[in-house]
């Protein structure tokens, strides 16, 4: 294994020979074939939760590198492809909710066996155990890289290359979907990125019978070897060659990505605990954990060695956890129904609020026709007050009486005036 100066790794192909799934009987055309199925998975998943492009790359590079160094028989690819999407999102500043990524990958392998789509709640039993897990696994992840997850992608060459040669433009949409299906391979941990990017501008050029200058070869400028080119030419040749991809239940856990240690734990410990660890028990034993696991020999021996006494007390301490779990799920479901309760009694419910408001209509609706009352019986006695020219009648009784005045008054002056002159 070669480093580079940016860390990240490189296998040769004796080493992609003898990879830790050919040690577990998985062969080379089934590791392929769970390769792709695993891109696919991240790919999908990253459309769904609508994640840009490159953090899918990023995903299915940490994907390859993983199964680099650890098995598809101890480690299911589902949900190691669910913690790659989850991990790659947070390194490519787009990150999104377990949740949300639990929530996808579930229909996702609904859809795919043609299961009935239930949605995955997360006050589910199910929930639980899947959040664990795919923390677990991003852990896996992290502990195997070193913590080191600096991705270099081709597509940045692609791009450089394509406006130096002055290609068409027809021949860059090409060449970057090669790049995107090399991610289906193991090419992205053999050769680096110029030299894959290279490759796809070549296979690109020659599926649009494109020329390209080879007096000097176009590729020397760029560094790289004419070998380089032709090995991922032949690779995506034999990539599109294939069926498409199926799901191979090889994983010893099932859907779980924890470790298959945890599986045959609870039998080593009642075996224990019965205090029946003879020879023949180990032998059993040890035959159904498997051949390739001395370190896991070496632990059953020394809990023989240590006697029922450890076992008893490790038995003990595991109920108790249990016991306080129980406990603790009880208490946090208790909790939440007092809270339900008591937020209905301070809240009230849809009928009291729609009964509130009919009341208030009517409040106001009955206001509304007690002032029109008011206004109508003010209205009538006031027109009870008029004649028929407007005047009200006590003002017409004043005029006729000031008028009786004035004509009494004139006749009076009459009278006295003829009366003088009789005299005179």
């Not at 080379?28 to 769970?34: C, D, K, V």
């Not at 891109?39 to 995903?59: H, K, N, R, S």
Request: glycine share 4%.
């Amino acid at each position: 294994m070669s480093c580079t100066t940016i860390n990240t790794f490189y296998l040769t192909d004796e080493q992609l020979k003898n990879t830790p799934s050919r040690k577990d009987g998985v062969d080379e055309s089934m590791e392929t074939t769970l390769r792709v199925y695993g891109f696919d998975l991240i790919q999908e998943g990253g459309i769904l939760l609508q994640l840009p492009q490159e953090v899918m790359a990023t995903g299915q590079v940490l994907f390859h590198r993983f199964y680099c160094k650890k098995s598809f028989a101890r480690f299911n690819v589902k949900r190691v492809a669910a913690s790659c999407v989850w991990l790659a999102s947070k390194l490519e500043e787009s990150p999104r909710r377990a949740e949300q990524v639990l929530i996808v990958f579930h229909r996702m392998e609904c859809r795919r066996e043609n299961l009935p789509i239930e949605h995955l709640y997360i006050f589910s039993k199910k929930y639980p155990e899947l959040e664990m897990d795919l923390v677990s696994t991003e852990r896996h992840l992290l502990k195997e890289m070193g913590f080191i997850c600096h991705v270099e992608h081709p597509h940045k060459f692609i791009s450089n290359y394509l406006a130096t040669l002055r290609t068409p433009n027809e021949l860059r949409q090409e060449a970057w979907n090669l790049a995107n299906d090399s991610l289906r391979t193991t090419l992205c941990v053999r050769f680096k990125s110029e030299v894959i990017a290279c490759g796809v501008v070549y296979a690109a050029a020659r599926r649009f019978q494109v020329p390209l200058p080879e007096n000097p070869p176009w590729w020397e400028a760029f560094d790289v070897e004419k070998s380089g080119i032709d090995e991922v030419c032949r690779v995506l040749a034999h990539l599109y060659s294939m069926p498409k991809a199926q799901y191979i239940p090889v994983c010893e856990t099932g859907d779980s990505s924890t470790p298959p240690n945890k599986s045959w734990d609870t039998q080593t410990l009642q075996i224990l605990k019965e205090g029946s660890m003879n020879g023949t028990a180990a032998s059993a034993v040890a035959s159904s954990v498997g051949t390739g696991d001395s370190k896991n020999l070496l632990a059953l021996e020394k809990m023989k060695e240590k006697g029922n006494d450890d076992v008893n007390s490790a038995s003990l301490e595991r109920e108790t956890l249990l016991k306080l779990k129980a406990e603790k799920r009880i208490e946090g479901s208790g909790e939440r129904s007092r809270f339900r309760r008591e937020r209905e009694r301070v809240m009230p419910s849809d009928s009291d609020r729609r009964r509130d408001s009919d009341r208030e209509r009517e409040r106001v609706k009955a206001e509304r026709e007690s002032r029109n009352k008011l206004k109508e019986k003010s209205g009538r006695s006031e027109d009870r007050g008029r004649d028929s020219r407007g005047y009200t009648v006590k003002s017409r009784h004043h005029q006729s009486r000031d008028r009786g005045t004035c004509h009494s008054s004139s006749y009076s002056s009459r009278d006295t005036s003829s009366a003088t002159g009789q005299y005179y």
